[in-house]
């Protein structure tokens, strides 16, 4: 009996099939699915890290001149703080460019303003943070200490860390001064970074911050 010739409709599936299930493209799934595992590791490695030690650890959500390659990152490397990934806010918040270049966040002040701000996330130790709220004046009422939630990139659990949020004293009449919504931002840029004062620059020290705020409210805002 004479055997049957296959249909050449199969032969180009199979010829295609063979094409696209090529070693290259299951090789490239595979490097792709274990970065973003290795990626996820990691950070659940540092959150169970810091719920270990959650008496010890905090974590601490950065936007301004903290992040990696900003004037002030070495304040937190300096401690060893372990990076837990860029993160930005699970909500809308506003954040504002005050006197010398200096980043502040504060809350919504109307429901239609906000937006989701970028920043990175870090486990900080105990002595870390306390090094942290003097950079910040805590104590003169500069910056408070605050809750918030975040999403680090990559991951999809929110996180509950703290982040250095403009002194309620005065946050919103510096929103209002510094242009309301039209002034918010979503991200502390090198550019803004390129016209930051640190403390060193002021006069005297960390209170020049806040002398600085009191002159800035003082003033009209330019004209339009």
């Avoid at 803004?192 to 020290?205: D, K, N």
Wanted: glycine share 8%; with cysteine; net charge positive.
């Amino acid at each position: 009996m004479a055997q049957r010739k296959r249909p050449k409709k199969a032969i180009y599936t199979v010829q295609l099939g063979t094409l696209f299930f090529s070693p290259f493209w299951f090789f490239r799934i595979k490097v792709l699915r274990e970065s973003r595992l290795a990626e996820e590791r990691r950070f659940e490695g540092i959150m169970e890290a810091a719920s270990a030690s959650a008496s010890a650890a905090t974590m601490v959500f950065v936007y301004g001149t903290l992040k990696r390659g900003f004037p002030n990152h070495p304040r937190l490397a300096a401690f060893n703080c372990p990076f837990a990934g860029a993160a930005s806010t699970a909500a809308p918040a506003s954040l504002v460019i005050g006197p010398y270049s200096v980043p502040f966040l504060l809350p919504t002040p109307t429901p239609s303003s906000g937006r989701l701000v970028s920043g990175e996330l870090y486990s900080a130790s105990p002595s870390a943070v306390a090094d942290l709220d003097l950079l910040e004046g805590t104590h003169l009422g500069v910056y408070e200490r605050r809750r918030i939630t975040v999403v680090v990139d990559g991951a999809t659990k929110e996180v509950e860390a703290e982040a250095y949020f403009a002194n309620a004293s005065y946050a919103e009449a510096l929103w209002l001064r510094c242009g309301g919504e039209a002034a918010e931002i979503a991200e502390y840029t090198m550019e803004h970074a390129g016209r930051y004062v640190p403390p060193s620059g002021r006069s005297p020290g960390v209170s020049g911050l806040m002398d600085a705020v009191r002159g800035f409210l003082a003033t009209a805002p330019p004209a339009n």
